[in-house]
């Protein structure tokens, strides 16, 4: 399982089951432990009450005032439960119950730390009782108006015990008191609806008095107002012009009518004058030719006379040219057609004066029509202006009257309202006969329930965190590296190094966890394979240092040469960890090397481990130290006075360190907890012991449970 992976169903199945009797006592235990502490808890009774604080019905025509509504309903409620635990109201209350002395400390932390402080000293004896009491006199001295510091505890218990609740888009206050005393849990009730439902009614007459004086006072004013009104509209009435308001339509339509007629007026003069004009232009073109003119004029009895002018013309045409009876013919046709002539010009000038006579006449009636759209006009604006301002102060008067009316009904139904409609006493609070708290059924239920689910999560979590993780095995695998061991979780007396890899004898040493680990490294160092092995871990507190320690020691019992080289520059802890678990203590010493300058060692003196710190004096010249030349020379030429150099290096994950140390060891130990390594880790620690370039010795595991399967070690056997 990765790092990102759930857990299905049957695994949750799997896990809850397989815990199945953790669980079951987990639930036992919390229902006992609740019903234990619903027993030793005290009774307290709950009295509840309830008001109603806007009883007249909300009624709105539309969705704006049904909203607008709502919230004026809210505003009232939310303010409502303002005065009800209000200090003046609970003030009233207070001087209205009986509250024992013994409860007023109840809401107080000083007051229930010195009850309690009391009640620890009377084991004493009154003596010590009496020596608490003068104490408990120097830092809260007296009062000096105990009548009002009395009220003033009162007023605090009652804002302790009561609570005012309701529900969003309701006009219902939910009254509760809470307190030891079940007949005093309802008398802090009632008393306070009752000052309540007083208080409300004095406001409401208060406020009724002052309305009832503004509306007569405003009703007075109304009067003079409508008297003023009435003597304005007498004097419009006396004015000449003023017509009643139904006559105003029809003088309007009949000015759209004669309007009407004016422009048909108008067209027809423009075209009898267009007629006229056009004649009288042709009559011009067409001087001395009357035949020309009729033809372009037309109308009257001209197409007659035409055709009759056009039959002589042919009948003359068709006279022979050389005849004495033709010519007399010929003669008596020419006489016919100037007869036809004259009349064809006389019957055209009678047309073009008739047009002339039309235009005239179309002319009078368009000033016959001007001259009443003027007249219209003035009456218009006479009687319409006299009009408007009859009607406007008949308004005036009929608005002031009703507003009289409405002034004079409000009077009435103020006399007439009944007393304190918008705020009553839903529900009197009666004593209860149970206590409210604590419920042992419910508490008993309550941790029933945690019990369960805190036993389930713990499974849960359990099986998570282990799948999360990757067991040693799986660390080894993924390495391409062999799982040398596994150190278990060491608690007690299976503590220290002696029970790790063992101590005090060839024997003792065989007889660790890992002593596999302690074998195959004896081998490999006597075989020449290994001079010098870095030990590591990913992150720090992994215990990488105490099994440098432990294998020092085991090969040193075991007749090697060992030197341990802390190069942890940042925090070294080598001779520390040898010191702390030896019991003889480190003694230094200076050890040649060859040509260079001894070695300075701490040598513990049981085991007979050198112990090699370099000397740092800043942290920023770690790095600088561990890729000198005097530190490879100093540890190149160690491998040939030591038999095996054990380099304590810093975490992979953390700093660079351990990748620059191990340049100067052969091979490279990963020590590793059992279970805190998960999938990204690894692969960074992969990544990183590749760039060192060091084969890996091998996997050590730290912490691991004595008998978990996953840790690749059977800690039994």
């Known amino acids: 399982m990765n790092d990102t992976a759930a857990l299905s169903l049957p695994e949750i199945l799997g896990a809850l089951w397989g815990r199945r009797m953790l669980i079951i006592l987990s639930a036992l235990f919390g229902a006992i432990l609740a019903f234990t502490i619903s027993l030793a808890l005290p009774k307290a009774y709950q009295a509840e009450g309830g008001l109603v604080v806007r009883s007249q019905a909300i009624q709105a025509p539309d969705n704006d005032a ?12 939310t303010t409502e439960q303002e005065v009800l635990t209000s200090r003046g109201l609970l003030t009233r209350v207070a001087k209205g119950v009986n509250i024992p002395e013994d409860m007023l400390s109840e809401w107080s932390l000083t007051g229930s730390l010195e ?53 969003k888009g309701s006009s219902v206050l939910k009254l509760a008191a809470t307190t030891r005393d079940a007949q005093l849990s309802a008398d802090i009730i009632n008393t306070l609806q009752s000052l309540y439902i007083q208080d409300r009614l004095a406001e409401q007459n208060r406020t009724a008095v002052l309305i009832e004086k503004a509306l007569k006072e405003r009703e007075q004013n109304t009067r003079e107002q409508i008297s003023e009104a009435e003597d304005r509209l007498t004097d419009v009435l006396g004015k000449p012009g003023a017509i009643e308001q139904s006559e105003i339509p029809g003088l309007m339509r009949d000015m759209s009518q004669l309007g009407a007629r004016y422009a048909e007026a108008q067209a027809e003069l423009a075209r009898r004058q267009s007629d006229y004009n056009a004649a009288v ?20 009895r001209l197409p007659l006379l035409r055709q009759q002018y056009d039959n002589v013309q042919q009948e003359a045409a068709r006279l022979p040219l050389v005849d004495p009876r033709a010519d007399i013919a010929r003669a008596s046709m020419q006489r016919q057609l100037n007869k036809l002539s004259a009349q064809i010009s006389a019957e055209a000038n009678r047309i073009v004066e008739q047009r002339r006579t039309s235009m005239l006449a179309a002319e009078q009636v368009v000033k016959r029509l001007d001259q009443e759209m003027t007249n219209a006009r003035e009456k218009r604006g006479s009687q319409v202006g006299a009009t408007i301002a009859l009607e406007r102060e008949r308004g005036a008067v009929a608005s002031l009257w009703r507003n009289s009316d409405a002034i004079e009904a409000r009077l009435v139904d103020l006399a007439a309202r009944p007393a304190n409609p918008n705020s009553r006493i839903l529900t009197a609070a009666s004593v209860p006969t149970r206590p409210a708290f604590p419920s042992k059924v419910l508490f008993s239920l309550a941790g029933l329930v945690l019990g369960t689910v805190a036993a389930g999560g713990y499974a849960l979590m359990a099986m998570r965190a282990q ?73 720090a507190g992994e215990g990488k240092t105490t099994i440098v320690t432990g294998l020092g020691r085991a ?139 060091r084969p890996i010795h091998g996997v050590i595991a730290t912490k691991v449970e004595w008998d978990d399967p996953t840790s690749g070690v059977y800690m039994g056997y």
Not at 284 to 290: H, L, Q, R, Y
Not at 557 to 567: I, Q, T
């Open 66 to 77: 049904a909203f607008n509504a709502a919230a004026v309903n809210e505003a009232v409620v």
């Open 115 to 167: 009850a309690a402080g009391r009640l620890l000293v009377s084991a004493g004896g009154p003596a010590a009782v009496k020596w608490f009491d003068s104490k408990m006199l120097l830092i809260f001295p007296p009062p000096s108006d105990v009548t009002a510091d009395e009220l003033e505890k009162r007023v605090q218990y009652l804002k302790s015990a009561i609570k005012v609740t309701t529900t």
């Open 281 to 300: 232009e042709q009559r011009a073109v067409t001087k001395g030719n009357p035949i020309a003119f009729a033809d372009a004029l037309g109308g009257g």
């Open 467 to 539: 799948g999360l993780q990757l067991a040693a095995g799986q660390m080894a695998e993924q390495l391409n590296a062999p799982l040398l061991g596994g150190v278990p979780r060491l608690r007690g007396i299976m503590s220290g190094p002696r029970r790790l890899i063992g101590y005090g004898s060839r024997d003792d040493t065989l007889r660790g966890p890992v002593t596999g680990v302690v074998i195959e490294l004896e081998k490999a160092i006597r075989s020449g394979k290994v001079h010098s092995l870095l030990v590591t871990s990913g992150r």
């Open 555 to 693: 090969l040193s019992w075991l007749g090697l040469r060992v030197l341990v080289v802390d190069l942890d520059l940042r925090h070294p802890r080598a001779e520390a960890a040898l010191k702390s678990s030896s019991a003889t203590g480190l003694h230094g010493d200076k050890i040649p090397i060859g040509d260079l300058e001894p070695l300075i060692v701490k040598i513990d003196r049981a085991s007979g481990v050198h112990v090699f710190t370099p000397q740092v004096d800043d942290v920023a010249e770690t790095v600088t130290i561990l890729r000198s030349e005097a530190l490879d020379a100093v540890l190149r030429t160690a491998r040939e006075r030591y038999d095996i150099l054990l380099i304590d290096s810093p975490p992979l994950l953390l700093v660079p360190d351990a990748l620059i140390a191990a340049r100067l060891a052969d091979e490279v130990l990963l020590v590793t907890e059992f279970g805190r390594t998960n999938a990204r880790e690894l692969e960074e620690i992969s990544r990183r012991l590749a760039q060192a370039g």
